[in-house]
Nanobody, 127 residues
Framework: QLQLVESGGGLVQAGGSLRLSCAAS????????LGWFRQTPGKERELVAA????????YDADSVKGRFTISRDSAKNTLYLQMNSLEPKNTAEYSC????????????????????WGQGRQVTDSS
């Protein structure tokens, strides 16, 4: 059974960088579109970035455009979120998610398209 195992995150000063990883366990997620979401207390989970099944299509939220990069390594069955120039407002719990749209060139914006989620990793501004 496919599970998503996240790593990375932690404390970071404003302007710093972090990379989140999300590895598939139990099966492959290579055929699926994937995404990174974040949530802060009292707010709904929001899409940060998304990527299609072979990475040909990507989406970055306006708030992170030019600073965050989503990528995937199919050989390693791993999804990444490189976060640069972090800002205090980026403090949140970040979660990776897998859709079950197979071999789709589309990216998916709505969290309802993502039935499978990682456990979440906290990213906190330490400034």
């Amino acid at each position: 059974q496919l599970q998503l195992v996240e790593s990375g995150g932690g404390l970071v000063q404003a302007g710093g960088s972090l990379r989140l990883s999300c590895a598939a366990s139990g099966d492959t997620f290579s055929p699926y579109a994937l995404g990174w979401f974040r949530q802060t207390p009292g707010k709904e989970r929001e899409l940060v970035a998304a990527i299609s099944w072979i990475g040909g299509g990507t989406y970055d939220a306006d708030s992170v455009k030019g600073r965050f990069t989503i990528s995937r390594d199919s050989a390693k069955n791993t999804l990444y979120l490189q976060m640069n120039s972090l800002e205090p407002k980026n403090t949140a719990e970040y979660s990776c998610a897998a859709s079950f749209h197979m071999c789709s060139s589309y990216v998916y914006y709505d969290r309802d398209h993502y039935p499978l989620w990682g456990q979440g990793r906290q990213v906190t501004d330490s400034s």
